[in-house]
């Protein structure tokens, strides 16, 4: 029998038992919950880094938005709140898609 020990998806159990086979699950506290919500995003982030493709990293960049959703309402807030965040962060310092690469400064 594989151990895992890790943070899964919700619905994760029931495609599990639906294959005939039993899947052991615990309620994580709220620490440990941060604790693998941060792991997992560690292991999202190295698998949209080794993506070779489009659809790869697409699949990856899900997951890893799906992790941002959690880890927004873990700190009491919202992606909205967060977006809002990132906006203002955008017009005040700009944002990544002029692909501006800094060498030094003088």
Known sequence: MPTYNKLIRDKIPGII???????NTATLSDEDYINEL???TKEE???YLAADNDRDALEELADLLELMH??????????ED????REKKAEQRGGFNDRVFLIDVD
């Open 82 to 85: 967060v977006e809002k965040i």
């Open 17 to 23: 038992e639906i294959t005939g086979k039993k899947a």
């Open 38 to 40: 941060r792991k997992k």
């Open 70 to 79: 959690a880890l927004t309402n873990v700190h009491g807030s919202t992606i």
């Open 45 to 47: 982030l190295q698998e």
